[in-house]
């Protein structure tokens, strides 16, 4: 019942692509797409239910190890693109960046169980899913990866006293302003470095004739996972307007608001906004995982601003989204015998060696 009461905006979120068959362009679409969903964000609720922070963790983590190393096995038989992006690593997906969503993914949560455990040896994956990430060539998977990297490093150095997070927050945000300068001075250099151009590989035409479809139908959308289907005439004349074809919005707002309007996208934002705030009550306790949901949180945003990762009906941002978002809204895990042990030795006292 926590998990269900912690989901309320998902279940909601559901419910509406569902209820949004009725004014979609493409009713089959939009409920196969829909009942879809709605039974994914059911099987993630059970998930968290029977699941504590370190056995979600741990499970994320070794799901990506998997799928890595048959990205590996799978280079000689078809891993690797060979039209678009050719050599670029796709693994068992279709493309890179869905590829490269997944080692992102991995790195992180390995990493937040190393912090959230305290035991070093799960360090050890991230070196291998950052070759992964370079091996497939997705940039806004790097660059997802990089920023969840070091937001993980930067809540670990906040976490303890109320003066070093407040002292924190504040170097924190001038040096995200540092780097955002950097950043923008040094765009094209940058885009280079991960792969990208300066036109974000046609996304700079994709974008704009989406917006002006969503503000042709802004409050309700299209239905959802329905106007990229041959049967809507729309997206021929969208085709049109880009010059190329493409079968999403590579914009996970845009995505969503293109499917479910602005009531689906306002629904996402809560979710993101919610669960950063549950990760920043996490930063205040002794040993509370609740803190791994803001770097996750951080990368799933920033990989939204690129590719279609939010709003499903699947994926894997959009399934580490379902299950952050749940857990860390179900507030702080029950004490048992296991987190007693763990939290008894994270605040033992050291003893002063006499010389």
């Not at 000689?76 to 670029?88: C, I, K, R, S, Y």
């Not at 305290?118 to 992964?132: D, E, S």
């Not at 690129?306 to 379902?322: H, M, R, V, Y």
């Not at 860390?328 to 994270?346: I, L, Q, Y």
């Amino acid at each position: 019942m926590r998990a269900l009461t912690a989901a309320w905006p998902l279940l909601i979120f559901a419910v509406l692509a569902i209820i949004s068959m009725s004014w979609s362009v493409t009713p089959e679409a939009t409920l196969m797409s829909a009942v879809a969903s709605m039974f994914l964000v059911m099987a993630c609720v059970s998930l968290v239910a029977l699941s504590d922070w370190r056995s979600l963790l741990k499970g994320i983590t070794v799901a990506c190890l998997a799928i890595g190393v048959l990205s590996l096995i799978l280079i000689p038989v078809g891993g690797l693109m060979v039209e678009l992006h050719e050599g670029a690593l796709r693994g068992p997906f279709g493309e890179k960046n869905r590829a490269g969503m997944v080692y992102a993914i991995g790195a992180i949560s390995s990493g937040g169980l190393a912090f959230v455990v305290r035991k070093v040896a799960w360090l050890l994956p991230i070196p291998f899913f950052i070759g992964l990430l370079l091996l497939s060539q997705s940039g806004t998977s790097t660059i997802s990866c990089a920023i969840g990297l070091a937001a993980l490093a930067y809540c670990e150095m906040l976490r303890g006293t109320s003066s070093r997070l407040v002292l924190g927050v504040w170097v924190g945000v001038l040096g995200g302003l540092g780097v955002f300068s950097i950043v923008v001075l040094n765009a094209e250099t940058i885009l280079n470095m991960v792969g990208e151009d300066s036109t974000f590989t046609g996304r700079d035409r994709i974008w704009p004739a989406v917006w002006w479809r969503i503000l042709e139908s802004p409050w309700f959308g299209y239905g959802y996972d329905a106007y990229w289907r041959r049967a809507n005439p729309g997206m021929a004349w969208l085709w049109y307007e880009v010059g190329f074809e493409v079968y999403n919005a590579h914009n996970g707002w845009l995505e969503t608001m293109l499917a479910v309007g602005v009531f689906g996208a306002a629904l996402l934002l809560w979710v993101v906004l919610r669960t950063g705030l549950a990760g920043l009550t996490g930063l205040y306790q002794s040993n509370d995982p609740r803190r791994v949901a803001i770097p996750m949180i951080a990368m799933i945003v920033m990989m939204s601003l690129t590719e279609s990762a939010i709003g499903g009906p699947e994926g894997p941002s959009w399934l580490l989204l379902l299950l952050i978002s749940t857990k860390a809204a179900m507030g702080e895990e029950p004490v048992t015998r296991r987190t007693k042990a763990m939290r008894r030795h994270v605040q033992a006292p050291r003893r002063s060696v006499r010389i």
